[in-house]
């Protein structure tokens, strides 16, 4: 059975992490959950930097502190995803892009990955203390939304948004206790003890 983590990035990767943001150029796919390392091509040092400056933001309007990680497969080390965790939400995020965001790398998909990958992204919203996240998904991205609702995610409200993606939007909540509860047993086996 294939096992994962999330790894914090380091200087050691940035071969992997390249090939990663690579794969959704070849794709033509969206890319999330990066914090930002597709505008870093460049300058995965410099991405480095900026990812630790995200965690120690002071939470204002402009910004908010936040995680970012890779997610690991366990057998061969390979990144299969990334997660961008924001502990505070300010009003924008509140509207937009919630408390996490997520992809999984093109050729990786459908293969339950995504559910790993927010299973582990509420175990840190529990450390920090989260009760309850935030998350958003476009209406025509079922699996993203899809993810959100196998973690038992309740839908607070589906609306146009005329602001920011020119789509139908779905707004979600999860209640972070419940659900690492709920799921322990379908996602506890496939977490590895790094
Ligand atoms: C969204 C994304 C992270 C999903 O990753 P994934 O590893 O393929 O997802 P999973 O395999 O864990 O599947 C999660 C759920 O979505 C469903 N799903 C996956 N791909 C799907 C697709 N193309 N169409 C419909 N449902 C799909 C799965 O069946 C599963 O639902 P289920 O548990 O009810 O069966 C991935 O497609 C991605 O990286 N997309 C680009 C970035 C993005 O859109 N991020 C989200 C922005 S809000």
New binding site residues.
């Given amino acids: 059975m294939e096992r994962f983590y999330l790894e914090y990035p380091s200087l050691s990767r940035k071969a992997d992490a390249l090939d990663y943001i690579g794969e959704?150029h070849r794709f033509g796919?969206?890319?999330?959950?990066s914090g930002g390392l597709n505008r870093y091509a460049g300058d995965y040092e410099g991405w480095l930097l900026k990812i630790e400056d995200d965690r120690q933001r002071i939470p204002d309007e402009q910004s908010s502190p936040g995680e970012t990680y890779f997610l690991v497969r366990c057998s061969d080390k390979k990144i299969?995803?990334m997660v961008n965790i924001r502990y505070v939400l300010n009003e924008r995020l509140k509207k937009y892009g919630g408390n996490i965001?997520?992809?999984?790398?093109?050729t990786?998909?459908?293969?339950?990955?995504?559910?790993?990958?927010?299973y582990l992204a509420l175990k840190l919203c529990k450390l920090h203390g989260l009760k309850k996240v935030l998350?958003?998904?476009?209406a025509d991205?079922?699996?993203?939304?899809?993810?959100i609702?196998?973690l038992g995610g309740v839908m607070l409200r589906e609306y146009f948004d005329a602001e920011f993606d020119l789509c139908v939007v779905r707004d979600y909540e999860i209640d972070v206790d419940s659900s690492l509860e709920r799921y322990s047993s379908v996602y506890e086996p496939l977490i590895a003890d790094q």
């Fill in positions: 959704f796919s969206d890319i999330n959950g299969v995803g965001g997520y992809s999984i790398r093109p990786e998909r459908q293969k339950g990955y995504n559910k790993i990958n927010l998350l958003d998904a476009d991205n079922p699996a993203s939304w899809r993810t609702e196998a």
